[in-house]
C-alpha cells in the first residue's frame, strides 16, 4: 500500500509560523531590556547626581574646625567640600629657650612649648626646669 502525499493542513502551517514570530518577538524584547540597562547604568538620573555629590561633601565652604596633630591643636579649613590638612599655629621652635627680662633687670628666659605654638612663663636661670643645656646669652 502506497500512502498519499499530502499537503500540510492548515493549523499545522499556522502554529509553525505562530513559533517562529514568537521567537523572533523574544529575542526583540530581550534587546529591548537589555538596552534600556544598559542606558540607566550609563546615565544615572539628575537626583542621583545630586546625592552622589552631597555625599562626597564633607563641609560647608570656608568653615573652620579645630583639628589635632600629635597632641597639638590646630585649625582645618574647608575647600571644595573636603577638609583641608591640619595646619598649626608655630611661632617658635619646640624646646627652643629665648632671653626675656623680669622686673627689668634679672635676665630670665622662657621655653618654647613642644607644639611650638607658644613659650612659657619667664622663668629666673636657676628655675628652669633644663638638665646641663646651655643659655643663650
Known sequence: MRRKKTAPKKNEQKDGLQKKDLAII??????????????????????????????????????????YVNDCTGQQKCVDGRWGICELNIICIPGSIEPCV???????????????????????????PLANKELPP
Open 26 to 67: 523574544g529575542i526583540a524584547l530581550l534587546i529591548v531590556v537589555l538596552l534600556l540597562f544598559f542606558l540607566n547604568y550609563k546615565t544615572p538620573s539628575a537626583s542621583a547626581s545630586a546625592q552622589e555629590e552631597q555625599k562626597i561633601r564633607e563641609c560647608e565652604e570656608n568653615k573652620t574646625r579645630s583639628c
Open 102 to 128: 623680669i622686673d627689668s633687670c634679672i635676665k630670665s628666659y622662657r621655653i618654647c612649648n613642644k607644639c611650638g605654638s607658644g613659650y612659657s612663663d619667664c622663668l629666673p636661670r636657676d628655675k628652669l
